[in-house]
């Protein structure tokens, strides 16, 4: 049976892995002069889920690590991809944020 928990992990490692390619494929083609991944793709991937995956590749790459406001961005996005994972994994605080949400469209 697929959990809700299940389908998070796969998620996680399919954002993240998507970003950490693509922030390594720009380094590469920085390095020589070529076609670069743009800002939005990467911020966007991260965005989606896959902002850890962002940041070890900044950090393993060393790409994009004093770039503002690339840097600040990718660190805001890990905070809030950690906070969906929690929402998205532990009932209660799911249950909750559904609530919320419920009574936000009403």
Sequence with gaps: ??????????????????????MAW???CAQRHSWRVSENTLLTWAFLGGALGGKYAQW???HKTSKEPF?????????WNTI???VAIVPPL?????FVLGNLLL
């Design 1 to 22: 049976m697929i959990t809700p928990f299940v389908v998070v992990v796969i998620w996680f490692q399919i954002t993240c892995s998507v970003c950490a390619l693509l």
């Design 26 to 28: 720009d380094k590469r």
């Design 60 to 62: 393993v790459c060393r």
């Design 71 to 79: 840097r600040s961005s990718l660190n805001a996005l890990v905070c």
């Design 84 to 86: 969906l994972y929690l």
């Design 94 to 98: 799911r249950e909750r944020a559904l």
